[in-house]
């Protein structure tokens, strides 16, 4: 069945009231990932910069997380300190990592600074060490390695995400599949669709209309011939592998009233079995019930374990009403399982920008990841384009490109 916005929640950030706020604390790096969208020119940010930035969020971005990102933000020399200065704030610091620099000693000194937890990206398509032509299923050895040292400290929530590629696109249920399996230890999923330019076929301006060598951007590549996958895509892979995943919001695009640029869902189960999803209903009073109560909306929830009270709402959303169905049949099975316990495990699908015939890229709508450039605020997927070109830039297809496309139709 074809997605309908009209039978998802649509999440109700914007730019000055939004759950999220995009850290980049250093562009250092210790591998490269495959479409990565950041390039090494500054090196880490002093302490007192990134304390000013905070500084910024808070007055214009009403976050309830921080996301601490790079670059590798584990590989700053301050990061326990950032953590703190971040937990002191009263946000929550969330750590996106490679986890390559990730050890039991500096988990520690983490948490007790006052880290929340962490978002660790992990896929085939990144120059790791000794994890190289592995597929999906192969990486799920590695991602069991970060969820068992994580857990062994315990407390700190953990997402996984991965960017999904045409060549990886079938290998998503395989991530998935494992993640069911860590119920409770695993609190969320992403996949996030690959997106590149191309500079063979492509000509870009700037905002001053003089053209530039696209070449100086990380992530456009010489040439790319398979077809882009799309987060319907992907949330219809899942839903064929398992039927009892729904989504229940969205966030559209800055220019195609079709676009479904990101895709929130959650599972509701236990460590023994996923017994169903939360609904657009549940999704919207998560949302506005957090902001009632504590003044933001939600990206990251406080706990994984929320219990069988979201089971009270099945009255009112027909998703969690199956799920609680679902829930009571095995208890009647199985009366011991009752005292279980009952979590959620998030799974979000990004579709990253889509060039536009025009030159502009459909961006996510209230992105929830930009970043503080300049005094403004700004798409982290094209910050790079400010610090190298001073703004955004205008790509389009070079006109013998058209021609020919125009004589093979």
Not at 100 to 109: G, I, M, Y
Request: aromatic share 10%; hydrophobic share 40%; proline share 5%.
């Amino acid at each position: 069945m074809a997605l309908d916005k009209r039978d998802l929640y649509r999440l109700p950030w914007s730019m000055n009231d939004n759950p999220i706020a995009w850290l980049e604390i250093t562009d250092v790096c210790n591998i490269y990932c495959e479409g990565c969208y950041r390039q090494r020119m500054t090196g880490h940010k002093t302490l007192d910069e990134v304390k000013e930035e905070v500084a910024f969020f808070k007055q214009w971005r009403n976050p309830d997380n921080v996301s601490i990102a790079g670059g590798e933000p584990l590989i700053h020399p301050q990061i326990v300190d950032i953590v703190a200065h971040i937990a002191a704030s009263g946000i929550k610091p969330i750590i996106l990592t490679n986890a390559v620099a990730l050890k039991p000693e500096l988990l520690r000194e983490l948490k007790k600074a006052g880290l929340a937890g962490f978002t660790v990206h992990i896929d085939s398509h990144q120059n790791r060490p000794h994890w190289k032509d592995k597929t999906e299923a192969d990486l799920n050895e590695l991602r069991q390695q970060v969820t068992d040292m994580v857990a062994e400290v315990g407390g700190l929530y953990l997402v996984f995400n991965s960017t999904v590629y045409p060549s990886t696109f079938h290998e998503i249920p395989d991530v998935m599949r494992w993640g069911r399996q860590n119920f409770g230890r695993v609190h969320g999923l992403v996949f996030i669709t690959y997106r590149t330019a191309t500079s063979d076929t492509s000509v870009a301006t700037d905002s001053t209309d003089q053209k530039v060598d696209l070449t100086k951007l990380s992530y456009v590549k010489e040439h790319f011939d398979e077809k882009f996958v799309t987060s319907p895509e992907v949330y219809d892979l899942l839903k064929e592998a398992f039927p009892e995943f729904e989504a229940a919001g969205y966030l559209g695009g800055s220019i195609r009233h079709d676009s479904f640029k990101w895709l929130a869902g959650a599972q509701i189960g236990s460590r023994r079995q996923v017994f169903g999803s939360v609904g657009k209903q549940a999704m919207e009073v998560a949302q506005a019930g957090h902001h009632i109560l504590k003044g933001t909306y939600l990206a990251y929830l406080s706990q994984a374990q929320i219990g069988r009270k979201v089971f009270l709402l099945s009255p009112w959303d027909p998703a969690v009403r199956q799920a609680a169905k679902n829930w009571w049949h095995d208890v009647v099975r199985h009366p011991s399982h009752l005292f279980d316990g009952i979590y959620v495990q998030s799974v979000g699908v990004i579709q990253a920008p889509d060039l536009m015939p025009d030159g502009r890229a459909d961006m996510c709508d209230s992105c929830p990841d930009i970043t503080y450039f300049d005094g403004k605020l700004v798409n982290s997927c094209r910050l790079d384009e400010y610090r190298i070109f001073g703004g955004f830039l205008s790509v389009v297809e070079k006109p013998e490109v058209e021609t020919i496309a125009g004589r093979l139709n």
